[in-house]
């Protein structure tokens, strides 16, 4: 999972394509927009999260001789076309959104400018990154949207789909506003907190509760959150807590990050019971931690219901974005430049299906904000090289819908264009921040948000629209395929 060579993670295709423009001596620079279509988990936004991975997979894109001999077994692939892959390396350039800025469907979040062959090649293993670690970057998001601030720890490493799931997952998940995860190589990697308490193994290894309880707390008194509903949550898992901290505290032991953990039964009725017990002991500050199979939704009614839950585990729904396993990516051919005059010449995908038409050419994105609350009014898919100046009116219209109309008025809304350099001519430009700060990133970018774009059910929808030039090309690239 650290730096290492991914270059045969990729789709056959990608691999045939390459050997077919070989052949033909086809290899013109071209555009390609990694986007996605619809937003998920019903959400009004996604995270853009794995930005980092494909950095180091660029870095790292080379064919080994092992590679090459693999590719040679499998009797698809000239001798010259192993040989042209043998001194392999990315000379092409990428734009990107950085990690933890708050994304909208049919935007470039990975623009690819490269000749066909390398921007082919890298296609499987851009979305394959991208795909996983925005879903659960956005997953995370909800989750901490729905704690109205307590603490959200990640721990579903031993469900997630594998080892690189499990441990870029938690990353994404930090980026989405997670204070800590439970995955050890995770914080190791990416210097992040990792947090935990104790199984239900560890009360069942001693000869009671009250003694699995006591020997925690001696070992680890600065965080000593105990698991109290192995045998009975309220008639026993809680009270003996209570006398180990009652004893913590007559011992003159400073009881800092201390309190319990529900991992079943009904989490409100619980929480709200062991509180009382545990204010009348004098231990109102303990911390009621819960766990669970939580969710968004299921924290979201445990908190109309008035739970006293201040801290939460949440694993499985988190980790393996349960109820939308797919964030739905694509990979499109924008353009292509002319060998003659330079210049990229719009392609466009059309299709029945209206969401699945593409935008051409060669893109960037501005974001419009509400001067007076910085809210985002709306994202502007715009050709690179077009400018926008805040102190005249724009008009913004759905590209779809074209009746639908705003404008903004002078003065009234600030601009700031979202894509940047990644690599130029093969070379790296950017460097990715840490985890931590990104995550801070986030919290902002949540920030920007109106809070019906962020409810967990029926969102409103942040409107992206086109650019007026971009519309035309695209509106002359429709016609133009209906003309006799």
């Given at each position: 999972m650290e730096e290492r060579n991914l270059t045969l993670l990729t789709d056959l295709y990608e691999l045939t394509m390459m050997q077919g423009y070989f052949k033909n001596q086809t290899n013109e620079t071209v555009i390609?927009?990694?986007?996605?279509?619809?937003?998920?988990?019903?959400?009004?936004?996604?995270?853009?999260?794995?930005?980092?991975?494909?950095?180091?997979?660029?870095?790292?894109?080379?064919?080994?001789?092992?590679?090459?001999?693999?590719?040679?077994?499998?009797?698809?692939?000239?001798?010259?076309?192993?040989e042209y892959l043998s001194d392999f390396k990315f000379t092409g350039s990428i734009y990107a959104i950085p990690e933890g800025t708050v994304v909208f469907p049919r935007e470039p979040l990975v623009k690819v400018i490269a000749s066909a062959m390398e921007a082919q090649l890298v296609e499987t293993a851009i979305l394959n990154i991208i795909n996983h670690q925005s879903l659960i970057a956005t997953k995370a998001s909800r989750v901490v949207y729905a704690a109205q601030g307590d603490g959200v720890m990640e721990f579903g490493l031993r469900r997630a789909q594998g080892p690189d799931a499990g441990t870029w997952g938690a990353r994404a998940a930090m980026i989405g506003g997670c204070i800590g995860t439970s995955n050890v190589l995770a914080g190791q990697l990416f210097d992040v907190p990792v947090k935990g308490t104790h199984a239900h193994s560890w009360i069942m290894s001693f000869p009671d509760e009250y003694t699995a309880f006591k020997k925690y707390a001696e070992i680890y008194p600065d965080a000593c959150l105990l698991l109290v509903d192995t045998y009975d949550t309220l008639n026993s898992g809680v009270p003996n807590a209570i006398r180990v901290f009652t004893e913590m505290r007559e011992a003159g032991i400073p009881l800092t990050l201390y309190g319990i953990r529900l991992d079943s039964g009904d989490l409100a009725y619980l929480s709200k019971e062991a509180r009382k017990m545990l204010d009348e002991a004098g231990f109102s500050d303990a911390v009621i931690s819960a766990s669970s199979d939580l969710d968004e939704y299921l924290i979201d009614s445990l908190k109309t219901q008035g739970s006293a839950i201040t801290s939460w585990g949440v694993g499985t729904n988190l980790i393996t974005s349960k109820d939308c396993p797919a964030f739905g990516g694509v990979y499109k051919l924008a353009a292509i430049k002319d060998k003659h005059t330079g210049k990229f010449i719009p392609k466009i995908k059309l299709s029945e299906n209206t969401e699945k038409i593409t935008n051409p050419g060669n893109k960037t994105i501005f974001r419009l904000y509400e001067k007076e609350t910085g809210k985002i009014k709306a994202d502007l898919i715009a050709l690179v090289g077009e400018k926008f100046d805040s102190n005249y009116s724009l008009l913004i219209f759905d590209p779809i819908e074209t009746w639908k109309k705003t404008l903004l008025k002078p003065n009234t809304y600030t601009i700031r264009e979202l894509m940047i350099p990644i690599f130029i001519d093969g070379e790296c430009v950017y460097t990715s921040p840490k985890v931590m700060d990104i995550r801070k990133y986030c919290m902002q970018e949540l920030d920007t948000l109106w809070d019906e774009t962020r409810r967990l059910v029926n969102p409103h929808k942040v409107h992206v629209d086109l650019s007026n030039e971009l519309y035309q090309i695209k509106k002359q690239l429709l016609d133009s395929f209906h003309q006799s």
């Open positions: 390609f927009d990694a986007f996605y279509r619809t937003n998920p988990s019903g959400s009004g936004y996604a995270i853009a999260a794995g930005l980092d991975q494909v950095i180091d997979y660029i870095k790292n894109l080379h064919f080994s001789k092992e590679d090459i001999s693999y590719l040679k077994s499998l009797s698809l692939f000239e001798d010259d076309f192993l």
